[in-house]
């Protein structure tokens, strides 16, 4: 038996995480393929499978595509493999989900994760959920945000004060926008 | 810049170089007076700062262990970081939000004016508002704040809309864009702000007042300053007269330093102030430098926060523009009527995607959870600072069992809060709620007590030496070439963001020290 070699260098690949980019995803302007692939490091592809599953009933959005949450699971799993403990917390907090997790139904997903809730395994994954997937790019375009602004000269001259549907601010309880 | 040597016994070494001791560094350096300047943290830029939420979060902020206790939410929501301050050039004047309201003529008799108050450890300042008026005059003059000294305010944001419309629904009267050390336009050879929302990142343009790029290279600017990056001082040393004689340090390569010191002013912000007094206990002071009174770590102030979000049908784009640039003062009053004493401020606040719904929101995951921040396009956002009443069992103390890099206990933070403080921050939530569901918000959201960014009060000045640590001139009561020059010097927290004040007081300080030293008293 042959164990592929990660291209960067001597890191054994232990599983992959595949999946097809949506047809309008901001990701799909940039990448050569529709179809994504992160190579793991430490965890297999079913363990990985698990904790993708874990992290969308974490932070369930339904039309937010797989590839944004397979961002945390590259983390993690780029993560372990520096740290034995934590790839141990991992492996484990998978194996105790269980193979039927994928698949099982939300309300299910969800009961299996409030046992464990406790556990440094769930804290743990949920802040770096939270952490990760709100800083992908998919996640700035999907929510709308638009992230810092020095490089294109802050928000002044781009909308900073484009809000209508209210009264505006009279200006002695305001002030001047310099260049207007 | 200087080079002093660490053999010259003729210096002011300062410790810390934020708003207290970077201001203090270049008020003493001007008037000719030889200062090292110890920063525990690196030397950023406005090119270095990062505008990666994440990443920027870990060049700016503390993170050296704290432990603590108590019933306040950080224990639960936050427990290896009880506060969020910053380890850099700066100190938290890189990021903060630039809010420079000034404390109440009344919150300086908060002890005469809410009488006794049961649990509470109130004293009055030994310093009245009227002798600080002028120097609130100056600090603001230097930190170019808006809306006062014939500055214009700053431009109302999306956000601001938002809090203006619901605050004058309810009838509050006194509602603006706030008093800001953030530029409108150009001034003192710093630009002007672009709304650009990164305040907390450290801000690009400098139109944020900072000590980093005003206070200190002006205090290079004069020959007369050492400022010495990445110096964790670890104690100070004093002779056989009580007098202090110098600072022990490590530096940048973790080697022990020592630095010989005609005054020192310890500057380390309300945490690591009252830390490195206790850390350099000796057989003549078994409690700690200054401790004569224990107060040294008591009555650790906080203000009351707290986050409130509304989302709307409609969008906001909340995070477009300065930060903070919104008040409501009409709660800044004591009306024991309401249920509290003291008062608390309305201002305005956003957060990046990653922080809203890591520290911004109530702990949660799922449906529920997610759906709200589904709504961030349409988002507006609120946050709460009341004065919090200092208690002598609320303190800073050396953890007995954590140590840091150099072997050291680490800062112990206990908080248990005030009946005083939950009716306060009731009352603030419940207001705060009605202000956006009077102009149609879809839903509002509390978040928990997040960590500490204003820090206060644990070596407070007080009139009698019994009450406090320090004097009205901040010099220590037991030991007159030790001064406290930081938020740790208020006697009581006010319910204004610490800035400004400690900005004033650190002026008012330097003139103190300038005259005894000109007069040979130091």
Redesign the interface.
């Given at each position: 038996m042959t164990i592929p070699i990660d291209r960067r260098g001597f890191l054994h690949k232990t599983g992959i995480l595949t999946g097809v980019l949506a047809a309008g995803s901001p990701l799909a302007l940039l990448a050569p393929s529709r179809a994504w692939a992160v190579d793991l490091t430490s965890l297999t592809s079913a363990e990985a499978a698990t904790l993708l599953a874990a992290a969308r009933?974490?932070?369930?959005?339904d039309k937010l595509e797989d590839a944004a949450y397979a961002f945390v699971i590259r983390s993690l799993d780029s993560a372990a493999a520096k740290d034995e403990a934590l790839r141990k917390q991992l492996k484990e907090g998978a194996a105790n989900l269980g193979a039927g997790f994928v698949a099982a139904p939300?309300n299910e997903r969800?009961a299996a994760?409030r046992k464990v809730e406790a556990t440094p395994f769930f804290q743990n994954l949920?802040?770096q959920?939270?952490?990760v997937l709100?800083?992908t790019p998919l996640?700035?375009a999907y929510?709308?945000?638009?992230?810092?602004?020095?490089?294109k000269?802050?928000?002044?001259q781009?909308?900073?004060?484009?809000?209508r549907?209210?009264?505006?601010?009279p200006p002695?309880?305001?002030?001047?926008?310099?260049g207007v | 810049m200087a080079r002093i040597e660490q053999t010259d016994d003729g210096a002011v070494v300062i410790i810390g170089s934020g708003a207290g001791g970077g201001t203090l560094a270049h008020e003493l350096t001007r008037r000719g007076i030889k200062v090292v300047l110890l920063e525990a943290g690196q030397r950023q830029s406005l090119a270095s700062f990062s505008?990666?939420?994440?990443e920027a979060f870990g060049q700016l902020t503390w993170l050296d262990p704290r432990t603590q206790s108590g019933t306040w939410d950080p224990v639960k929501t936050s427990p290896t970081l009880p506060v969020w301050i910053a380890k850099t050039v700066g100190g938290t004047t890189v990021h903060w939000t630039g809010a420079t309201p000034r404390i109440r003529p009344w919150e300086f008799r908060s002890r005469s004016t809410y009488g006794e108050v049961q649990g509470a450890s109130l004293i009055d300042w030994p310093i009245s508002y009227d002798e600080m008026k002028g120097y609130y005059q100056l600090a603001e003059r230097r930190m170019v704040v808006?809306r006062r000294n014939g500055n214009?305010?700053?431009?109302?944001?999306?956000n601001?809309?938002?809090m203006?419309?619901g605050a004058q629904k309810i009838g509050y009267k006194q509602?603006?864009?706030g008093y800001m050390a953030i530029n409108?336009?150009p001034a003192d050879g710093r630009a002007?702000?672009?709304?650009?929302?990164?305040c907390v990142?450290g801000c690009?343009?400098g139109a944020k007042w900072s000590t980093l790029y005003t206070e200190i290279p002006r205090a290079e600017a004069t020959g007369n300053l050492d400022l010495r990056t990445r110096c964790m001082a670890t104690r100070i040393e004093h002779g056989a007269d009580g007098k202090v004689t110098g600072v022990l340090y490590r530096d940048s390569a973790g080697h022990e330093q020592r630095q010989r010191a005609r005054v020192v002013c310890v500057a380390g912000n309300a945490i690591e102030t009252p830390r490195l007094l206790l850390l350099s206990e000796s057989a003549k002071f078994p409690y700690g430098l200054a401790n004569s009174s224990g107060h040294v770590g008591r009555n650790y102030c906080h203000h009351i926060n707290g986050f409130i979000w509304a989302t709307f049908d409609?969008?906001?784009?909340f995070?477009?523009?300065a930060v903070l640039a919104g008040l409501v003062e009409d709660e800044t009053v004591n009306e024991p009527k309401r249920g509290f004493f003291g008062g608390y401020h309305f201002e305005l606040i956003a957060l990046?995607?990653?922080t809203?719904?890591?520290v911004g929101m109530p702990y949660g995951?799922?449906?529920d959870?997610?759906s709200f921040?589904?709504d961030?396009?349409n988002m507006a956002g609120l946050f709460i600072n009341g004065e919090d009443l200092p208690q002598a069992s609320n303190r800073i103390t050396l953890d007995d069992k954590v140590k840091d890099a150099n072997g050291l206990p680490v800062a112990h933070v206990h908080v248990d809060e005030h009946p005083n403080d939950k009716a306060m921050r009731q009352h603030a939530r419940m207001q705060g709620k009605k202000m956006y569901e009077a102009?149609g918000a879809k839903r509002v959201v509390l978040s928990p007590t997040t960590p500490a960014t204003h820090n206060m009060c644990t070596a407070r000045m007080s009139a009698r030496p019994e009450d406090g640590v320090a004097n009205a001139h901040g010099q220590t009561h037991d030991i007159p070439n030790l001064f406290i020059s930081d938020g740790s010097a208020f006697t009581s927290p006010g319910s204004a963001n610490p800035t400004l004040t400690i900005v004033a007081l650190a002026l008012r300080q330097a003139d103190f020290i300038g005259k005894q030293m000109a007069a040979r008293a130091l």
């Open positions: 009933t974490i932070a369930p959005h939300e969800v994760l949920r802040v959920t939270l952490q709100y800083s996640a700035y929510f709308g945000y638009e992230g810092e602004a020095f490089s000269g802050g928000y002044l781009r909308g900073f004060n484009d809000l549907w209210l009264p505006e601010v002695a309880d305001s002030g001047p926008v310099l | 505008q990666n939420p994440g808006s214009p305010g700053l431009p109302a944001s999306n601001f809309k938002v203006y419309a509602v603006h864009t409108t336009r002007f702000c672009i709304q650009q929302g990164f990142q690009k343009t409609e969008p906001v784009h995070w477009r523009g990046d995607l990653p809203l719904p890591l995951w799922g449906r959870f997610a921040i589904d961030y396009r102009i």
